[in-house]
């Protein structure tokens, strides 16, 4: 099955500064690469996601970028705030095959004032 | 609103007690999933189902059971419980009969096995 891989398990900023995590995938069919976010003490949410036929896609302060040769892809947080402060999840699958969505082990963001 | 309920949130029991763990959505959701949460370890998918009646094992399957009778409930049954299956437990569901869509949490069941 897949196997979802992130780094760096933990990452500590300045407000303001950008953030990146990056995960690599095993399996070279998946083609949908969601991002979630969670806060202390709640469920995870989606804040973006990525299908394979594009490259890069953007939602204000968040971006994600796609690398399918490679087969990795980044979330990148630019002009951080205390609130983005959280534990991040990436995820893949292949929507044509596969039911089961697999998540790397999560990266635990501090944005410090 | 639309949402999916877990419950209990929260349940200490003891091994061997049978306990289940039940799960709604009211957004006519295809999919249903169930993921548990450990330290280190992220989410890892226990279970998961398409439509009513059909379901396949994740990649941590063992000491677990579920059913899909009605479209809107996935119940999570641990038969005989260890202290190994400790956890926070969430369920999800997706209104395509992937996991390749918007995935909507429920709040999450903490259970706790002496």
């Known amino acids: 099955g897949e196997n979802v891989e992130q780094h760096p398990s933990t990452l500590s900023v300045q407000e303001g500064d950008s953030a990146v995590i990056k995960c690599t995938y095993s399996?070279?069919?998946?083609?949908?690469f969601p991002w979630y976010k969670q806060e202390l003490g709640k469920r995870p949410q989606l804040i973006i996601d990525?299908?394979?036929?594009?490259g890069e896609k953007k939602d204000q302060r968040i971006a994600v970028t796609l690398n399918k040769t490679a087969k990795h892809f980044s979330l990148h947080i630019t002009e951080t705030q205390p609130e983005d402060s959280a534990v991040y999840f990436c995820a893949a699958t292949n929507s044509n095959s596969g039911y089961a969505l697999n998540f790397g082990k999560g990266t635990s963001l501090l944005v410090t004032p | 609103e639309a949402q999916v309920t877990q419950n209990p949130r929260y349940l200490i029991t003891v091994t061997g007690k049978k306990l289940t763990v039940t799960c709604s959505q009211n957004?006519?959701?295809?999919?249903m999933s169930w993921y548990r949460q450990d330290p280190g370890l992220g989410l890892r998918q226990i279970y998961y189902?398409?439509?009513?009646?059909?379901?396949d094992k994740g990649d941590v399957p063992e000491g677990y059971k579920v059913s899909r009778k009605e479209k809107r409930n996935f119940p999570l049954i641990l038969e005989s419980p260890s202290p190994n299956q400790t956890s926070l437990y969430f369920c999800?569901?997706?209104?395509?009969?992937?996991?390749?869509?918007?995935?909507?949490f429920g709040a999450g069941s903490r259970l706790t096995v002496l």
């Open positions: 957004m006519n959701h295809e999919y």
């Open positions: 189902s398409m439509n009513v009646e059909v379901t």
């Open positions: 990525i299908r394979s036929n594009v």
């Open positions: 399996d070279s069919a998946s083609n949908y």
């Open positions: 999800a569901s997706s209104s395509t009969g992937s996991g390749a869509n918007v995935l909507t």
